[in-house]
């Protein structure tokens, strides 16, 4: 623990990771999110092909939700250009960190210096301190390039991997990922957010070793080119088959029934609840916690952001308590 707060060390991407953050900052916790680097569409993708730098994307995201100033700092900070010129599309917090990364020198650099500027509550660390490609082998052996490519490929995954294939995480987030009391993985896009981070070797292989109570929040809807038709086993079984271990310990599954029309507008998009099969997490020797987890947000489902973060919190205390008072 750091001066008395629980650390918990949070790996993912993509929409979920910021919904669950903006929940977990309310409470007395040290906070370390991990976020993937592999992202190469949009705004992200055209800074990291015009710069050379990593996509910074889903890191603004995460620091606007763990950010602590005024409403109006973190619109402006979100706020994405709809222009006729080359600024259109980008967001204001992604030419920052571009800005910031050029002035610094170093990703990473510009990251600790926006936490400032925005106050954030915890680290923000990104999976790697360069760019990589998400590249993906499909059932029919063909091979698609570029995480925004591989959910439209109309193909069912196989596996993924990342290129450069030996990219090093930073010391920061293995020391961070050794010394957690409670490891959270997820939500987001099984493919495209969770397991670019794990694929990182030595980062997957320090999360296979540490000693924290890992915990998997499986996502409300399958995704329509990665997970289709996928249980809350098969998301599990997806992430052990790109790793040496079986590692997670606990999986938070919704038990909310989805609105009927809320299932249905989903169905055309291809997409369902993500059904919990317990017989078969039970023999995948997964703990299954379950609760009324989800909330609707306009038209869309999401995790029900102070629900969860109190369901991990109770966790967390109850890690700490037997870590130091055993």
Not at 27 to 52: C, F, K, Y
Not at 133 to 152: F, H, T
Not at 209 to 227: D, P, S
Request: hydrophobic share 40%; aromatic share 4%; proline share 5%.
């Amino acid at each position: 623990m750091t001066d008395g707060l629980p650390r918990i060390v949070i790996i993912g991407g993509g929409t979920g990771l910021p919904v669950l953050l903006r929940g977990l900052k309310k409470h007395p916790v040290d906070i370390t999110a991990i976020v993937t680097v592999a992202d190469d569409g949009g705004s992200s993708g055209r800074l990291r092909e015009d710069m050379q730098i990593p996509p910074p994307g889903d890191i603004r995201n995460v620091l606007a939700a763990l950010s602590d100033v005024e409403p109006l700092i973190e619109e402006m900070f979100q706020h994405r250009f709809n222009t006729s010129n080359e600024l259109s599309g980008h967001s204001l917090g992604n030419l920052i960190l571009a800005a910031m990364t050029s002035i610094t020198g170093n990703f990473v650099h510009a990251i600790q210096e926006m936490s400032k500027v925005l106050n954030v509550h915890g680290k923000v660390l990104p999976a790697a301190n360069r760019s990589v490609m998400l590249n993906a082998v499909m059932e029919d052996d063909s091979i698609v390039r570029g995480e925004s490519k591989i959910p439209y490929s109309g193909k069912r995954i196989k596996r993924v991997f990342l290129n450069p294939e030996g990219v090093k995480p930073l010391p920061e987030t293995l020391q961070a990922i050794r010394e957690a009391d409670l490891i959270v993985i997820g939500p987001g896009s099984l493919y495209t957010s969770i397991l670019p981070n794990l694929l990182v070797k030595k980062l997957g292989k320090e999360v296979c070793k540490a000693t924290a109570r890992k915990v998997y929040i499986c996502n409300l809807m399958t995704q329509a080119g990665e997970t289709h038709d996928f249980a809350a086993s098969d998301h599990i079984k997806a992430i052990y088959d790109h790793m040496d271990c079986a590692f997670i310990d606990t999986i938070l599954v919704n038990s909310e029934t989805i609105p009927p029309d809320v299932e249905l507008r989903y169905k055309e998009e291809l997409a369902q609840p993500v059904v919990f099969d317990l017989d078969r997490l039970n023999s995948l020797g997964v703990e299954v916690v379950q609760d009324e987890i989800a909330e609707l947000d306009g038209n869309v489902i999401r995790h029900d952001t102070k629900k969860v973060s109190e369901i991990l919190y109770s966790m967390i205390i109850d890690e700490t308590k037997k870590r130091y008072n055993a």
